[in-house]
């Protein structure tokens, strides 16, 4: 027993003797490997971005890019987040649903901003998927999905993994404290901008109170259980004072009626 | 099918049927298959091990015993790679930095899989011959785990 344990330290001994040896090599300036991790990002965004609009059409219209960069712009910007970090992208989709892609890339269906009421509404969602990429969640999500997708990465099957992972990432399945911790971050980021963070709140009573029975409204609530809980916190942890509006009338129109009729 | 056998105290001396330097045989080549086509997921080689050796786990002392011996190599690389494999994933999402401790152990791990391929290989054609092969390290927890018996 005692000649097993000398032959086990020796022989992890040994393995952490060439580790460390080899660690002391300088590899990534060999490999010029310095920024792979950031390129590495960038080409996998670009490809789940590519494969999400081979589905669904991007609203292309300049001055409703222009509306969502506003809010984007002032959530960013007040709460010190590098605008150029976060990208959004609508797209013309029945499916009540916004989500966040790798790489800072929020993905926003034409359905959901049709039953925001108002512009606040809007922007508590943005807010909510900007406190998902702010808090790692979707590389953590990442991490499992691709784990998972390894296999058949090596049957040969690459579009297969990239379609499984990004079914994945839009199912929005985060777990219920990933959930409390963007909407805890989102409404931080609206008080901190001076947007009212309340009709985020009325946002999910809307959404399980009024059309709960429709199929679209069905699938929104099944990947973003405790709706109603979620309501009571954003309420208790929103400061009621006068907020300003976010968007002038006649901006919050003119997005609503481009999205909702494309083309108009 | 069942044999009669004498007790076996000494595997160095020993001297094993044809059919049992086949199979003890077969073990660290089941062990060479699989880490070829296990290398990207740790997991194959392992199960493929575990699969043979609970085959052979009625087989005689000679068998189990080279059985046991390239098992337990295989849970050893297991560990390494599974680490090694963890950590990619996690570079490769943008949640660890590419760093050279990284690719220390990267390169590590290369030796130690190389070393034990050889090293199964070697013992392959070793225990085909009649040879018993006793590994450093793994020889001796093989006969902690695996006590002489009548089979």
């Known amino acids: ?264 | 099918m069942e044999y009669l056998q004498t007790p076996v105290n000494n595997l160095a001396s020993y001297n094993p049927r044809e059919d049992e330097r086949e199979k003890a045989s077969n073990g660290y080549l089941m062990s060479v298959i699989a880490v070829m086509a296990g290398l990207p997921l740790p997991i194959i080689n392992l199960l493929a091990s575990v699969l043979f050796f609970l085959l052979n786990r009625k087989a005689t002392y000679y068998v189990k015993w080279h059985c046991t011996q390239a098992l337990l190599s295989q849970v050893t690389i297991f560990f390494m790679n599974s680490v090694a494999f963890g950590w990619t994933v996690k570079i490769l999402t943008g949640n660890a930095p590419l760093t050279n401790t990284y690719l220390g152990y990267l390169f590590t791990i290369i030796i130690f899989n190389v070393t034990e391929i050889i090293l199964n290989i070697s013992a392959a054609i070793s225990v085909r011959k009649g040879h018993h092969k006793e590994w450093w390290f793994w020889g001796a927890l093989t006969n902690l785990l695996i006590k002489p018996g009548k089979r």
Not at chain 1, 118 to 129: D, F, R, S, T, W
Request: net charge positive.
């Open chain 1, 1 to 264: 027993m005692k000649k097993l344990a000398i032959q086990f330290i020796v022989f992890a001994g040994s393995f952490f003797l060439i580790w460390m040896g080899l660690a002391q090599l300088p590899w990534t300036k060999w490999l010029h490997a310095q920024n792979f991790s950031a390129k590495r990002q960038k080409a996998m965004s670009d490809v789940f971005i590519k494969a999400y609009g081979l589905k669904n059409r991007s609203i292309s219209d300049e001055s409703v890019k222009k509306i969502v960069d506003t809010i984007k712009r002032r959530i960013c910007i007040s709460n010190k987040i590098d605008t150029a970090t976060i990208h959004i992208y609508i797209y013309q989709n029945p499916e009540i649903n916004a989500y966040s892609l790798p790489g800072g890339n929020i993905m926003v269906n034409t359905a959901l901003i049709a039953q925001c009421s108002n512009p606040e509404m809007l922007a508590g969602v943005i807010a909510h998927e900007i406190g998902h990429i702010e808090s790692g969640h979707i590389k953590k999500r990442m991490v499992k999905e691709i784990a998972l997708s390894v296999a058949m990465l090596f049957g040969g099957d690459n579009l297969g993994i990239i379609k499984t992972v990004l079914k994945e990432l839009s199912s929005g399945k985060f777990d219920r404290t990933q959930e409390t911790e963007a909407d805890t971050k989102a409404v931080q980021y609206l008080m901190t901008a001076g947007i009212n963070p309340l009709p985020m709140a009325d946002f999910f009573d809307k959404l399980q109170h009024s059309h709960g029975d429709t199929p679209e409204i069905l699938e929104w609530l099944s990947t973003h259980p405790n709706s109603k809980e979620r309501a009571i916190l954003i309420r208790k942890l929103s400061s009621r004072r006068p907020y300003p509006a976010l968007l002038s009338d006649s901006s919050w129109h003119y997005l609503r009626k481009a999205t909702t009729n494309p083309g108009f």
